[in-house]
């Protein structure tokens, strides 16, 4: 599908489904460095001194994710394939917002990640640094809003980027 920008430049469209997948791989690997695994001398997995279930990679424990609603269909799809693909690992998720899950979860280490749908602020850093909380950043998909403006206006004929944020 071709698409015209504000300027007439064409583009073609992505699909949310296409992102999702692209993102998928890289959430999972953030999900599995999580988690890590130990090896023994002769870089076999360690065991846990637990049994470990037929079928079972022996991953297991629990992953907490909170923050942005606008990322929360990416962490609930991210927590499906985890769960299969880890069966003895549970991942709950929860729409806190991303300055909420911040605040009220990942700073005081409550949770294990926070899906924020912007960067890190200063003081949500200060406020992790003061619990031993290390954030790390990785962007896993960006998004976008469209300023449409109607052929009736007669009153905004270009508008800059600080202009659009102040409104």
Same mark, same amino acid.
């Given at each position: @599908? ?17 992102? &999702?997948?692209?993102?998928? %791989? ?6 599995? %460095? ?9 870089? *076999?997995?360690?065991?846990?001194? !637990?049994?470990?279930?037929?079928? $079972? #990679? %022996? ?16 962490? *609930? *799809? @991210? ?6 693909? +880890? ?10 917002? $991303? %300055?909420?899950?911040?605040?009220? +979860? ?15 602020? #200063?003081?949500?850093?200060? +406020? ?9 950043? @990785? ?5 976008? &809003? ?12 270009? &508008? $800059?980027?600080? !202009? &659009?944020? !102040?409104?």
């Amino acid at each position: @599908m071709m698409r015209r920008d504000q300027f007439g430049r064409s583009f073609e469209g992505v699909s949310r489904r296409n992102v &999702l997948t692209a993102t998928s %791989g890289v959430t999972a690997a953030a999900f599995a %460095g999580c988690l890590g695994s130990e090896t023994s001398s002769d870089d *076999e997995p360690a065991g846990n001194g !637990q049994d470990e279930t037929e079928g $079972s #990679d %022996g991953l297991s424990g629990e992953i907490t994710i909170t923050g942005s609603s606008t990322v929360y269909p990416i962490s *609930e *799809e @991210m927590k499906t394939r985890f769960m299969e693909k +880890h069966p003895d690992v549970t991942v709950t998720v929860d729409s806190t917002g $991303s %300055g909420g899950g911040f605040e009220n +979860h990942f700073c005081p280490g409550d949770s294990d990640i926070n899906a924020a749908s912007r960067p890190v602020k #200063d003081a949500e850093k200060t +406020h992790c640094s003061k619990n031993d909380v290390t954030p790390v950043e @990785m962007r896993i998909a960006g998004d976008a &809003l469209t300023m449409a403006v109607s052929t009736e206006n007669t009153w905004a004929n270009c &508008l $800059s980027f600080d !202009q &659009l944020a !102040q409104i």
